[in-house]
């Protein structure tokens, strides 16, 4: 598939739109392996919010459950992009939607989510459960910055969001403690929601805790799976991550990454990513 060049206007938001139900990426949603392509976290956030847009035929108050994300293509920045939504199960308890992202006649993107209805419960105070391992909070982070692999250019981990670390660092390898804060919305005019904050912080797992020498080796991720308790609140993310490449000596060229999610509330959730490894 043929990438189109970068645009060069400032944006302020990750894509805008195109027509009724079509949106482009702009250069904020531009991802840290080829300039041409977009971050996987604003492709995952803009399918979470067609999935939370999705009208089913019954009033039911729903929250997502389970979010999976499967990152088919290379999704091209400054390319118009169709997507589509269908209530695939429209259920009192469980509900399935659909989203597929479409650049021309190539599906690049796709998800599928798995909906509950919401009801408030009172749970024991014995019940068991584990323990809460937060990463601390926002404040006690250190700000940092990731100006790697685009050079100048604008781009979704650098210019988009904001990563806080409690434990490790961009540039040390190795499982981290970070809160990730999205700086503009998804689509203009429009707060993003706690579903969609997750989905773009998730995507970082693999490189928060990248383990691999960046300069030798790729490790993207052709998917990523969140599930979560309940509905985000507040505009932080926080994760405790790690990657597995296999035994310490060898590995068969796959991978995972995986994220504990937490928010100002507590724990939160889960993320799991897929990871693809190769050599530069």
Not at 206 to 229: A, E, K
């Amino acid at each position: 598939m043929t990438m189109p060049d970068p645009p060069n206007d400032a944006a302020t938001s990750l894509f805008e739109s195109a027509g009724p139900h079509r949106w482009t990426p702009t250069e904020l949603a531009r991802g840290p392996w080829d300039p041409r392509a977009c971050h996987g976290g604003p492709v995952s956030a803009l399918l979470a919010r067609a999935v939370e847009h999705a009208t089913p035929a019954s009033p039911v108050d729903w929250q997502v459950a389970r979010l999976s994300i499967e990152l088919t293509r290379p999704v091209p920045v400054g390319t118009p992009l169709t997507l589509t939504t269908e209530v695939e199960r429209d259920g009192r308890k469980v509900s399935l939607v659909a989203a597929r992202l479409v650049s021309g006649d190539t599906e690049v993107a796709r998800a599928r989510c798995l909906r509950i209805r919401a009801k408030h419960l009172e749970l024991p105070t014995d019940v068991a459960q584990p323990l809460p391992d937060p990463p601390g909070s926002p404040d006690d982070g250190v700000a940092q910055r990731a100006t790697w692999a685009v050079d100048d250019q604008v781009a979704f981990h650098k210019d988009a969001c904001e990563h806080r670390f409690t434990e490790g660092a961009w540039d040390v390898p190795g499982p981290v403690g970070v809160w990730i804060r999205l700086l503009v919305p998804v689509v203009p005019g429009e707060p993003p929601s706690g579903v969609q904050r997750a989905a773009a912080a998730a995507d970082f797992g693999n490189g928060v805790s990248g383990g691999l020498p960046f300069d030798r080796f790729i490790y993207i991720n052709p998917d990523l799976t969140l599930h979560l308790l309940r509905p985000p609140v507040g505009e932080w993310i926080g994760m405790r991550s790690d990657s597995v490449y296999g035994t310490a000596t060898a590995s068969s060229g796959a991978g995972f990454a995986e994220s504990a999610l937490f928010d100002a509330d507590g724990r939160l959730g889960r993320s799991v990513q897929s990871l693809i490894l190769d050599e530069r």
